[in-house]
């Protein structure tokens, strides 16, 4: 019987597979264990590999898509297609606006708790990495992409039916604008009052000044939405096409991931959230040109300053453009 313990090297990046040989070690197990088939009667067996995960924040989209990329590495590094890998969740977590993402980029998914077996028999179950050690969670402060991160944005994309040529050059005769908007919706039973955080105060009166200055200029095409209105493939359809990703910090900027290269992504922040690299982190993994604009929310001054921030590197993306 081989032992294996799937961890992060603390000399590099990649996942390494260690087999347990000390005697001593393998005594202390194999002296609990019995053979089951004298121990019990009826077993469920589940041949496929399995994939164990703990989910920390399982409505948070951020915090979905570092978990996601964890099991993704552990299929590749097992060689295993994603698509006949189950997934086991081993929190408690109720069901969420972000669980069709796990059944569509694995086989599917079982919560453990919903499992009607006495005992069941898994040929092979691998634990994942917890959310926190993602090599694109913003504690790894990573500039550059990890291992197969490129693979595995293109493996969303697929599986949503999203063809997009991540190198494609930007068409100044034909630049798109996407404004991210944030509003109070119920997510989860968690949140039964719906309240979200860092929403625009004065949302109208700033959409309405933007789109004024693109009136009448064919070449550039501005629009805005909430992405919980929509599909997810709608979501990622939007995206993989805009060139300027604009929004309040918040976790619906992970989409910031599914943009071409060298596009742009402008995070509004308040001077006290300032400090937060959660999505300078991830356009730097995904070669974004990232730009944070400091507003006061709810200010006079805030259309105005989100305006020049957007006009400013709008003439680094094309700069004859507002010509």
Request: glycine share 2%; net charge positive.
């Amino acid at each position: 019987m081989k032992i294996y313990l799937f961890f992060k090297s603390s000399c590099n990046d990649s996942f390494q597979l260690e087999v347990f040989t000390r005697k001593n070690h393998l005594f202390k197990i194999f002296s609990s264990l019995m053979p089951y088939s004298k121990t019990f009667e009826h077993i469920y067996s589940i041949k496929q590999l399995t994939i164990a995960v703990h989910r920390y924040d399982y409505v948070n989209f951020y915090h979905t898509i570092t978990d996601l990329y964890n099991v993704y590495l552990v299929c590749r590094f097992f060689r295993s297609n994603p698509k006949f890998v189950r997934i086991l969740f081993l929190d408690a977590h109720p069901k969420g606006n972000l669980d069709r993402l796990w059944s569509q980029l694995f086989h599917s998914y079982t919560r453990l708790g919903q499992l009607n077996y006495s005992t069941i028999l898994f040929d092979d179950l691998i634990w994942s990495p917890i959310q926190s050690k993602s090599e694109i969670d913003v504690d790894q402060d990573r500039m550059i992409a990890p291992s197969y991160f490129f693979d595995f944005r293109q493996h969303i994309l697929e599986q949503f039916d999203i063809h997009s040529n991540r190198n494609e050059k930007i068409n100044c005769r034909h630049v798109n604008i996407f404004f991210l908007l944030r509003r109070n919706y119920i997510a989860h039973a968690r949140n039964p009052s719906g309240t979200i955080q860092r929403q625009l105060l004065n949302e109208n009166e700033i959409l309405k000044q933007i789109q004024s200055h693109f009136q009448n200029r064919s070449s550039i095409q501005f629009d805005s939405g909430y992405f919980e209105q929509l599909s997810f493939e709608k979501q990622l359809e939007i995206i993989s096409q805009t060139d300027i990703f604009i929004g309040m910090h918040g976790a619906g900027l992970t989409h910031v991931i599914f943009l071409k290269s060298n596009r742009i992504l402008i995070e509004l922040t308040t001077y006290e959230r300032q400090m937060l690299k959660h999505f300078e982190r991830m356009s730097s993994i995904n070669q974004i040109n990232y730009h944070r604009c400091l507003i006061e929310n709810g200010q006079p001054t805030t259309s105005n300053t989100i305006w020049s921030c957007l006009r400013k590197k709008l003439l680094e993306l094309c700069p004859n453009i507002l010509s």
